[in-house]
């Protein structure tokens, strides 16, 4: 069965940092593009960070670019994102995607920052 699990969301005052994890099982890993998207409240969703089977290579989206680092662990089948010099507009909910063959999604993790 497959899972993806997302962690290290919360609550943040702006200008702070957050690590998001995203841990998976159920598939292979090594063989799967992973992604981060976000979803704010009556927004679409939309593509954040990706990064490459081998984490050769990744892409940001404009509004992140400098501050996120989106990186990944093929040992311990598990993705990451590094959020610095986090803002207001960077309040959504977060969801960890893997694409390959099949597409698989996570159930998401909450990042809130405000004062």
């Known amino acids: 069965q497959v899972h993806l699990v997302e962690s290290g969301g919360g609550l943040v005052q702006p200008g702070g940092a957050l690590r998001l994890s995203c841990a998976t099982s159920?598939?292979?890993?090594?063989?799967?593009?992973m992604s981060w998207y976000r979803q704010a409240p009556g927004m679409e969703r939309e593509l954040v960070a990706a990064i490459s089977s081998t984490g050769g290579s990744t892409s940001y989206a404009d509004s992140v670019k400098g501050r996120f680092t989106i990186s990944r662990d093929n040992t311990r089948n598990t993705v990451y994102l590094q959020m610095n010099s986090l803002k207001s507009e960077d309040t959504a909910e977060y969801f960890c995607n893997a694409r390959w063959i099949l597409t698989y999604w996570g159930q998401g993790t909450q990042v809130t920052v405000s004062s």
């Open positions: 159920g598939f292979t890993f090594r063989n799967y593009a």
